[in-house]
């Protein structure tokens, strides 16, 4: 049986890889083409939601099955008081993740909107890689 810090580790590491690679395919997608716009919007909301699950991980705070950005910053606030207020702009990633997956009457997701979406969620990346142990992101 493997001691309760490796499971940790280990849980959180595959929570980031995950988290990369929607961010690696947004990043590709961001460059491919503007018909991609959608799609990068929607990996950017998938980087971002999967890193803060990585953080909520590593601190061992509980989280249900959600793509809501903003009850993801909200539990995060409970280790880093400072994540919900510097990433608040984030929580206009959600809809990417939910919304605009399924048909139905929504606005068309432009270069401006994929362009945006990326940025944010380079902003989680970043807040979120931060705050944790240099040797989970190896």
Excluded: C, N
């Excluded at 460059?31 to 929607?42: I, V």
Aim: no cysteine; charged share 30%; aromatic share 10%.
């Amino acid at each position: 049986m493997k001691p309760p810090e490796v499971v940790k580790e280990e849980f959180t590491r595959e929570w980031v890889r995950k988290a990369e690679s929607d961010f690696k395919t947004a990043a590709h997608l961001l460059k491919s083409s503007p018909d991609l716009a959608e799609g990068t919007a929607f990996h950017s909301q998938q980087a971002a939601e999967k890193y803060l699950k990585a953080f909520l991980v590593w601190h061992q705070i509980e989280f249900q099955k959600t793509h809501d950005i903003e009850a993801l910053l909200r539990l995060a606030g409970k280790v880093d008081d400072k994540i919900p207020e510097i990433l608040a702009d984030t929580v206009i990633l959600t809809p990417y993740g939910v919304d605009y997956r399924y048909p139905g009457e929504y606005p068309e997701v432009g270069m401006s909107d994929a362009e945006r979406a990326f940025l944010l969620a380079d902003r989680v990346r970043a807040e979120v890689r931060s705050r944790l142990s240099h040797h989970i992101l190896e």
